[in-house]
């Protein structure tokens, strides 16, 4: 723990990989909140090849697009930046958020956007004054998930990130205990543990919302 702890290297890892995590959970929420309120709320043309369209997506492993996406951000310029790398992680993490969310959605009765929109309310004031509040439990649920996503994600940040000052937690990992002749187990270990921490601090501060949200949005109410 003392080498970990006292590399500014190793420290940098973490940096990264707090950066990725938090920038994807922003986007994802910022992206799939009115989306799935869209869905949940409004009938329009589409609808359901949209939500029959989401789902798949997750059915897809991250190995079928490691070739295009690295020609894409070669080609865009976002090889080696924190915008490319939280792009990526929010691709395979919105549908199921989007999904989840509307499940939330689906709980809360419709009769409170009718009493709010009679007085005077616009749609925007029922979504961050009505809703956000009451699946306020979702939210915490699906932000939870989608920094664990990005925080233990390996391959898109071998893609995305190539330079030692850029890359994220778990690709330093491998690259710094494990090598061609000779594995640091005692550190490998010890980081493990160190990069863990955070995920478990996590679900013990959210575990209250984390169970209410799971269980509230799994059933239409």
């Not at 709010?116 to 925007?124: E, K, L, M």
């Not at 649920?141 to 994220?168: H, R």
């Amino acid at each position: 723990f003392q080498k970990i702890f006292q590399n500014s290297q190793y420290m940098n890892y973490f940096k990264n990989s707090f950066i990725v995590s938090f920038g994807c959970v922003a986007v994802v929420l910022l992206v799939a909140l009115p989306s799935s309120f869209a869905l949940s709320r409004y009938r329009f043309r589409g609808k359901m090849a949209m939500l029959t369209a989401v789902t798949p997506v997750q059915m897809f492993p991250i190995v079928v697009i490691m070739i295009s996406l690295y020609t894409l951000y070669y080609k865009w310029g976002l090889l080696d930046t924190y915008t490319g790398l939280i792009l990526a992680n929010t691709a395979f993490a919105m549908p199921l958020a989007i999904t989840l969310l509307k499940g939330f959605y689906d709980t809360v009765s419709n009769s409170l956007d009718e009493a709010a929109r009679i007085d005077g309310a616009g749609r925007f004031q029922v979504l961050l004054k009505i809703l956000l509040p009451l699946i306020l439990p979702g939210i915490v649920a699906v932000g939870t998930y989608t920094f664990l996503s990005a925080w233990d994600d390996y391959l898109l940040a071998l893609i995305v990130m190539q330079k030692d000052s850029n890359i994220t937690l778990t690709v330093g990992l491998a690259r710094s205990f494990l090598g061609e002749y000779s594995n640091d187990y005692g550190s490998l270990m010890a980081f493990s543990l160190a990069g863990s921490m955070p995920i478990v601090l996590m679900f013990a501060f959210f575990q209250k919302f984390l169970i209410s949200g799971l269980t509230s949005g799994a059933v239409k109410g």
